[in-house]
């Protein structure tokens, strides 16, 4: 079976950058993974209320956010290869 696997997106996940500003009287978490071959994914969160904000959950979301995007990438990826060989 040919598929992509969680190990798979987490082993391409090099470096994690997680950077929490404040935009407009909101805290603004942002964090962006550095994959293996060096392309970067990106992602943020905010609050409505900033009494009810906690970095690590805005972190936790991102992350979730990011390895779905690096499971679309690595999905890409592996399709054109297949694809290739098919030819």
Avoid at 21 to 48: D, H, I, Q, W
Wanted: glycine share 4%; charged share 25%; proline share 2%.
């Amino acid at each position: 079976m040919v598929s992509v696997t969680k190990d798979e997106v987490v082993k391409n996940m090099k470096d994690v950058l997680v950077t929490t500003v404040v935009e407009f009287g909101k805290p603004a978490t942002y964090v962006t993974v550095k994959m293996l071959n060096g392309f970067t994914v990106r992602e943020s969160t905010t609050c409505v209320d900033p009494l009810n904000y906690n970095e690590n959950i805005g972190r936790e979301i991102c992350l979730s956010k990011i390895e779905d995007k690096i499971w679309n990438l690595l999905g890409f990826l592996l399709q054109d290869k297949t694809y290739n060989k098919e030819i």
